[in-house]
């Protein structure tokens, strides 16, 4: 049975190669589980997923397991604790040596969000999270997105781990909601798990909604209103930096490359009602 938190030895750090095979080079580390056997009887061999520098031993959270030519082998995936990837990210990451054998990924303990179709009715079955870039025709998932202003008009943005999907670029707090949350619900989690800052779905006020068909994604976006001493508690393994910026300089900010891509493009499609939004809570101020 796998524990949720394990830690392994490491045989092939990032960036190495084996004897016998020096035109290998391990994109991550890959290692072992000390006193654990797998079917074969060998050693439990684990890929190390969403660590960037080369590491001897690391405890980490298993995600994952790799079902190689009908269950003789399995193999599994750990990363850090709140580090999640769908199952194309692992797919690529793997590719170096999995693309020679036959293999299945089973994700562990996967996110379960509800499916919707384009009106945000509820389809009646379950999406995981890493299935999110696979969804088939017609079916969304809901996200919410949450822009926090202070009382004197700066915005928050926090910057993504670099271990992340566009690592180290910026964002406003945002997810997906969770099977049987309300958009509300989801934004007033995501806001606390992110930032550490605590609301009620009566402090939000709503922005926008917008239908993503190429994403699969339905959005929900909220304006949240702090004080302009706010602390933010930055989440381990999913935020690296946060600032406040002046409204303004914000606008520009979120326009340029530094920002999240998808996030940006959803800004300018979105710009006047969120530029409207926020001039009447600057104006106010």
Not at 63 to 74: M, Q, S, V
Not at 134 to 139: D, F, I, K, T
Not at 231 to 255: A, C, N, R, S, W
């Amino acid at each position: 049975m796998i524990e949720d938190c394990i830690t392994m030895k490491v045989v092939y750090q990032l960036g190495s190669s084996p004897e016998n095979n020096p035109s290998m080079i391990f994109p991550v580390n890959y290692g072992y589980v000390e006193g654990v056997c797998d079917e074969e009887g060998g050693r439990q061999e684990v890929y190390l997923l969403g660590v960037d520098v080369p590491v001897e031993e690391y405890a980490g959270v298993v995600i994952a397991k790799i079902h190689r030519d009908n269950n003789t082998k399995t193999l599994w995936i750990a990363a850090p604790e709140n580090i999640h990837f769908n199952r194309q990210q692992i797919e690529e990451m793997i590719h170096f040596q999995e693309q020679y054998y036959d293999y299945e990924i089973e994700i562990i303990n996967d996110e379960i969000w509800d499916a919707y179709d384009e009106c945000e009715k509820k389809l009646g079955f379950d999406v995981p999270r890493s299935m999110a870039k696979n969804l088939p025709e017609g079916v969304y998932h809901v996200v919410v997105m949450v822009y926090t202003l202070t009382d004197k008009g700066r915005i928050l943005t926090t910057q993504r781990s670099k271990n992340k999907t566009y690592p180290l670029k910026w964002e406003v707090t945002g997810g997906s909601i969770l099977k049987g949350e309300s958009p509300e619900c989801g934004a007033v989690r995501e806001l606390y798990e992110e930032t550490g800052i605590k609301k009620t779905t009566a402090e939000l006020k709503p922005v926008y909604s917008f239908v993503d068909r190429e994403r699969h994604s339905i959005y929900h976006s909220y304006l949240n209103i702090v004080p302009d001493d706010t602390h933010v508690l930055l989440q381990e393994g999913e935020t690296m930096d946060y600032m406040f910026l002046p409204y303004d300089e914000f606008v520009d900010f979120i326009k340029s490359d530094r920002f999240v891509p998808s996030e940006r493009r959803r800004f300018l499609q979105n710009e006047d009602i969120i530029i409207k939004t926020l001039n009447q809570q600057v104006g106010r101020v």
